[in-house]
């Protein structure tokens, strides 16, 4: 029977792992995950939110596996007691310059099969979220808050339970061919696999790299940082609130969103991180640095959107400037109102000529498949990812 060794123990890793052994459970699955632990980085640092598919272009890889995913997402959590909750969001416009992108918005969720979207004005938005500043807005009632760190533990337990493994604590340092199968060494073995596939996340380029594939993207780290709401203050949002993304850029913009665990987040920014999992500020690492500033794609993206990099970087250090991005959304919100939260670091694929791209990438060696570029939704859509993955990996082994 073939061996397959995934590389990545967040929760598009295990979610593939899952689905090959739901497709075939005699195959041998083994995943690596160089942590103490599963879901320690992207997987373990998100907001929590279920993505309905609202965003993303009909037809996208984002698009198809988050409406599908999210099913898979809801079933898999009914079926192993995973708390979740679907309580819906508005997307807020501000300003008139807005009105069309969120009407654009509006409708790729209906070509994308949303059921149940509600086009808000400004009372109806006052009547969903009293206190939300808005001039018209969309109301989403798929959008919902899970905790992923749950989702991947139970990915976990049942990749045990179907005779698969989960090896942790084993870094992958190396990787060679040999006799037609892939040799991978890590910090304490050395495995022999038929078929590796890389989830690596924020190291998914270097994986591929070892694995002799010649890439034209990069992997560059953002930093998002959030703030908590002061427990007094988690009245002024009910639910989800989000700004009309600015579609220049993959990112959503800061927004409030209540979480699984309790308590309300508002966030993230999105900085450039000196450090791959960079958590902190001043979190540097020589090497990566130099690798990131290097890169020519950066540089294009620099000329073109040095304004908006700044105004990201104010905002980190600056928590006024943080807060009046926030009073957009909810004016009564105040600097005091705020107390540091949650960090996370954001893998987003840039290619040479300065592209961030926009979708889920995958590429193809004969004996590896290598996810490229996972992010949001990649945990609302994990499932539908790893069913993809695996059927790629099944295909390689037909005659």
Not at 192 to 197: A, F, Q, V
Not at 289 to 299: A, C
Not at 336 to 364: M, N, T
Request: hydrophobic content about 40%.
């Amino acid at each position: 029977m073939p061996t397959i060794t995934i590389i990545g123990g967040g929760i598009t890793g295990l979610a593939t792992a899952y689905q090959l052994l739901r497709l075939n459970p005699d195959l041998q699955i083994t995943v690596l995950e160089k942590e103490a632990e599963v879901a320690q980085h992207q997987t373990g640092h998100n907001s929590g939110v279920i993505h309905s598919g609202i965003y993303y272009a009909p037809g996208s890889l984002k698009a198809q596996n988050c409406i599908s995913g999210y099913q898979m997402l809801i079933d898999f959590c009914n079926e192993h007691n995973v708390p979740y909750e679907l309580c819906g969001k508005i997307i807020v416009a501000t300003t008139q310059d807005e009105l069309p992108r969120l009407q654009a918005l509006y409708d790729r969720g209906q070509q994308n099969g949303l059921a149940g979207l509600e086009w808000l004005d400004k009372t109806a938005i006052r009547q969903r979220e009293p206190h939300v500043n808005g001039i018209a807005g969309i109301y989403v009632p798929q959008t919902g808050i899970v905790d992923y760190k749950v989702v991947a533990k139970k990915l976990q337990e049942s990749i045990k339970s179907m005779g698969g493994m989960v090896l942790t604590g084993e870094a992958v340092n190396k990787i060679q061919s040999v006799d037609n199968q892939t040799v991978i060494y890590t910090t304490k073995l050395q495995l022999k696999t038929d078929l590796l596939i890389n989830c690596a996340g924020l190291y998914s380029d270097k994986i591929a790299a070892m694995a002799g594939l010649k890439l034209d993207v990069q992997i560059i780290p953002f930093r998002g940082e959030y703030w908590l709401v002061k427990p007094e203050k988690e009245y002024l949002v009910k639910d989800l609130v989000y700004p009309v993304p600015d579609p220049a850029f993959p990112f959503l913009g800061v927004h409030f969103t209540r979480m699984a665990g309790g308590g309300l987040e508002a966030g993230p920014n999105a900085v450039l991180a000196f450090k791959r999992e960079g958590y902190s500020r001043t979190a540097f690492q020589a090497n990566e640095f130099i690798e990131t500033i290097r890169w020519p794609g950066l540089h294009s993206i620099v000329k073109r959107y040095w304004r908006t990099g700044m105004g990201e970087m104010y905002r980190s250090w600056n928590k006024a400037a943080f807060t009046k991005a926030l009073q957009k959304l909810v004016p009564e919100i105040q600097a005091d109102d705020l107390i540091p939260g949650g960090v996370g670091v954001r893998a987003q694929a840039c290619s040479k000529d300065g592209k961030l791209l926009d979708d889920f990438y995958i590429e193809e060696q004969e004996h590896a498949i290598h996810l490229l570029n996972a992010p949001s939704p990649a945990a609302t859509s994990s499932l539908s990812i790893g069913l993809t993955l695996a059927e790629m990996a099944i295909k390689k082994f037909e005659p």
